[in-house]
């Protein structure tokens, strides 16, 4: 079987993050539930590893939940229980603010690289058993298999997060959209009351006028 070092820095980092990190498995159809409970939700892209500093940048491309005024956010890893985007890649990411405006992103979040590499998503595959030697094809297959199968459930996870981080921000808008046009309602019911009132002053002051002409005609 060839060695993959991918599958050896896999092996090396999953033992410690799930020993930091008592986190509970999430279904997918809470995903995006559980990540809208944090302070800020993007659909964003990985530029920038300073893995001395452990510190990772993100362009912002969708923001789904938050306020920040710029197109580049950045992480600071602070603790074992944090997520490490190591690879430049397209990410959902769910977190909360430092006081110093960068963001920690849990391990215990749903957040997510495009692909898992990187990310602290993949488990080690099982450990199977072979009697001669011949078999290392045999093991060398079920590696493969074992990565596309995660590949694909991550991929799978991934769209279904995009399609409903975007369904909530429509409806979101819509939201919006209706307490807008409501206050603009209750705005214009006001004036229209105002002017209803001025009028009627006016046509009173007028009417009181014309009467106290006639009564000094007399």
């Known amino acids: 079987m060839k ?31 559980t990540g809208l409970k944090h302070e800020i939700v993007f659909y964003g892209e990985v530029i920038e590893v300073d893995s001395i500093k452990k510190k ?34 397209l990410w959902i990411v769910y977190a909360d603010f430092n006081e110093d405006k960068t963001i920690e992103v849990s391990g215990c979040s749903p957040s997510t690289g495009f692909k898992p590499y990187g990310s602290d998503s993949i488990p080690p595959p099982p450990k199977i058993k072979t ?28 769209i279904y997060q995009l399609e409903k981080l975007r369904a909530y921000k429509k409806s979101q808008k819509e939201i ?4 807008i046009i409501a206050t603009k309602l209750e705005t214009y019911s006001q004036y229209i009351i105002i002017s209803l009132i001025v009028n009627i002053v006016l046509f009173l002051s007028l009417l009181f006028v014309i009467l106290k002409k006639k009564n000094f005609a007399k």
């Open 56 to 89: 990772y940048t993100f362009r912002i491309i969708e923001l789904f939940k938050g306020k920040y005024n710029s197109q580049f956010i950045t992480q600071k890893y602070s603790g074992n229980c944090s997520k490490i985007p190591s690879l430049k890649q």
């Open 176 to 179: 919006s959209d209706k307490e």
């Open 3 to 33: 060695f993959s070092p991918l599958l050896f820095f896999l092996i090396l980092s999953f033992p410690n993050y799930s020993f930091s990190c008592d986190c509970k498995t999430i279904d997918r159809e809470n995903m995006v539930k």
């Open 131 to 158: 009697a001669q030697k011949t078999d290392d094809q045999i093991k060398s297959l079920f590696f493969y298999v074992w990565d596309l199968k995660f590949e694909n459930r991550n991929l799978q996870d991934w």
